[in-house]
């Protein structure tokens, strides 16, 4: 993390003009739990995105197994990831992940 953080300080007039959003993929998958964090401008498009993409094995779709496992919920964004420099500095973040279990999401956000 020290290193993300040194890099968008370095980087910030250039990320404040360009950047649309940061895409943190740190944890990308462990297991078949797909869960996603996200800052509350972004949560809309995630899920619309996971609407296209097919789940592996299955007829249905990213959005259909998340939906199933959370009820619908975009967790909120904690700390102690790349992303943290990047929202400190107002630009929108989403992390998305495919976790062991429900319960190990809590650790991950």
């Not at 869960?35 to 996971?50: K, S």
């Not at 296209?52 to 919920?73: A, F, L, Q």
């Amino acid at each position: 993390m020290v290193g993300s953080t040194e890099w968008v300080e370095e980087y910030i007039p250039w990320l404040t003009d360009t950047a649309v959003s940061y895409l943190n993929i740190d944890i990308a998958a462990s297991g078949p739990h797909p869960m996603i964090a996200a800052t509350p401008e972004l949560h809309t498009i995630a899920t619309d995105i996971m609407k296209k993409i097919s789940w592996p094995m299955t007829n249905r779709t990213m959005y259909e197994v998340w939906y199933e496992d959370t009820n619908g919920t975009v967790e909120v964004l904690g700390s102690g990831s790349d992303y943290t420099a990047f929202v400190h500095r107002g630009i929108g973040s989403v992390s998305g992940m495919v976790v062991k279990s429900m319960a190990s999401r809590l650790t991950l956000a």
